[in-house]
Nanobody, 122 residues
Framework: QVQLVESGGGLVQAGGSLRLSCAAS????????MGWYRQAPGNQRELVAS???????DYAESVKGRFTISRDNAKNTVYLQMNSLKPEDTAVYVC????????????????WGQGTQVTVSS
């Protein structure tokens, strides 16, 4: 079983910045995709940003130009740099990792972190 440890959440004023980290550990041969999702009260969980092993990235339209996702493959860690934060960014941010366990496997597994709270005040 793979576990994810998230950190970096907190309280920040509008216009401020935070950097989230998500480190994966366990039986991992290769991580295919790492991503950050968020869920705020009254909203469905949405994809904020994702990054593949080839460093291709996707962002939600609401965060483009403000957030940057990156990864350190050697550390099995993904980061989300969040700049120009807005109150509407307030949510629980959850990391997701899609991975394979061994070279003999062609199918993938997915694991979710427990989430880290990001609160942006006016």
């Amino acid at each position: 079983q793979v576990q994810l440890v998230e950190s970096g959440g907190g309280l920040v004023q509008a216009g401020g910045s935070l950097r989230l980290s998500c480190a994966a550990s366990g039986s991992i041969f290769r991580i295919n995709t790492m991503g950050w999702y968020r869920q705020a009260p009254g909203n469905q969980r949405e994809l904020v940003a994702s990054i593949t092993s080839g460093t291709n990235t996707d962002y939600a339209e609401s965060v483009k130009g403000r957030f940057t996702i990156s990864r350190d493959n050697a550390k099995n860690t993904v980061y989300l740099q969040m700049n120009s934060l807005k109150p509407e960014d307030t949510a629980v941010y959850v990391c997701k990792v899609v991975y394979i366990r061994s070279p003999s496997q062609s199918y993938t597994y997915g694991v979710w972190g427990q989430g880290t709270q990001v609160t942006v005040s006016s």
